[in-house]
Structure formats: C-alpha cells, structure tokens
C-alpha cells in the first residue's frame, strides 16, 4: 500500500530535550516536505527537499533542521524545542517532474507535538 | 497580499444544497492548480486537479479562471460527509503553496 508514515503519532516533551520525527514514504518520491499547521495560520512549510542531499528551506525554517540521506526517508530534527513548536506536523511527498513538482502530495498522517 | 487566498468560512449549507467557493492567487507564473480536502484533525487529501477546460469528478466541479486568477470548487447535491475543510493549492516551480482553508459545514 502506498503511504507516507510518520513517528510518533502524538508526543510530549520538555523545553530543550531533542527529538526526531521520522517520515518515510514508499512511493519512490523524488519530493518530500515537512508542514506545520497551527489554528489560523493553515499549512505552513518548514522544509522540503527535492531529492536525496537536496534540502532547501520552507516559510518556517527556525528551531527546525532535516536531512535527506536516503529517498525514502525525510526525518524533522528540534534540537532544542521551545513551547512555540507545540504544533500539529505532516510529512508529504510527491513525484517531481521538470522544473518543479506535480503538486499530488500524499501525507502522513500527523505527529502532535506538545513542548511543555 | 498573500499568494493564496481564501474566504475561511465557515459555509453552514443544508443537505442537497449546492455551494461553491473561490479561491485567489495572486502570481500569474503559477502553473498547477489543486482543490485538498481535510477532515478534523487528519491529513489532507487530494480532492481534484483543477484546469482551465473545468473538471467534473460526480458531484464536484472545480474550474480554473487564468485572466481573473482564481480557481473555484462547485458541490452539488452537498452531504452530510462533505463537512470539512477545503484547501486550494498552486504550483510555481519547486513552491507548493496552500491556502488557508475554507471550512464547509453541511447541516441536516
């Protein structure tokens, strides 16, 4: 089954404490994105990458880093997260195509972070 | 001005109502046009591609206006199950930009 997956689904942390959110998609996707989405503020973009080594920054890009070693996955580091992180995050993915993308994202189905 | 611009709702419509809403882009370079829809708290999918020729996939019709820059997205017949919030998205190269959403709420 085609699908991008993320992890942790939902999770609490302190100020400061590092964490990693994992995304993997098994579609072969040469593009993959992190979003974050807040009440008012809609999807907003964080970073995303045009194929593997290839990472570039969204709107959002403070406090947040990412690396893309390998197609497939695409994990979201906080080095040090802060209360203004608490956030709803996906992960999406889609084909490339020349000069830019296709637009069809799949997503993930979102990891709720509470920084406390 | 942003790039993407919707009227957030919320649209209360009855049951078997027809609604239709907007969305505006101000970039004329922008080359891809989708309607996502998104339930409460879930990921949002990809409701329909949108085109200058129309697209009709059963109930939705979405169509897209280059000279006046904005798509729309027609529901006939509205169910209770087409409660949710719909996002307009434009391509411009490498740029996947999302409009805010406009929250439909069909009421039986």
């Known amino acids: 089954e085609a699908q991008v997956t993320q992890n942790p689904r939902y999770l609490i942390t302190v100020t400061g404490k590092k964490l990693t959110v994992t995304c993997s998609q098994n579609m072969n996707h040469e593009y993959m994105s992190w979003y974050r989405q807040d009440p008012g503020l809609g999807l907003r973009q964080i970073y995303y990458?045009?194929?593997?080594?290839?990472?570039d920054k969204g709107d959002v890009p403070e406090g947040y880093k990412v690396s893309r070693k390998e197609k497939r996955n695409f994990p979201l580091i906080l080095e040090s997260p802060s209360p203004n992180q608490t956030s709803l995050y996906f992960c999406?993915?889609?084909?490339?195509?020349?000069?830019?993308?296709?637009?069809?994202?799949?997503f993930g189905e979102g990891s709720r972070l509470t920084v406390l | 001005r942003k790039e993407v611009e919707q009227d957030p709702g919320p649209f209360n419509v009855p049951e078997g109502a027809t609604v239709a809403f907007n969305c505006t882009y101000s970039n004329s370079a922008s080359q891809s046009f989708f309607w996502y829809r998104q339930d409460c708290r879930k990921e949002p999918k990809l409701l329909m591609s949108v085109y200058s020729s129309g697209n009709e996939d059963g109930r939705f019709t979405a169509q897209l206006n280059r000279a006046s820059q904005y798509i729309s997205l027609l529901i006939r017949d509205s169910k209770l199950s087409d409660s949710a919030t719909y996002l307009c998205?434009?391509?411009?190269?490498?740029?996947?930009?999302f409009g805010k959403g406009t929250r439909l709420h069909i009421l039986p």
């Open positions: 998205v434009v391509i411009r190269d490498d740029k996947i930009i």
């Open positions: 990458s045009m194929n593997v080594e290839v990472t």
């Open positions: 999406a993915s889609s084909l490339s195509r020349p000069g830019g993308v296709t637009g069809e994202l799949f």
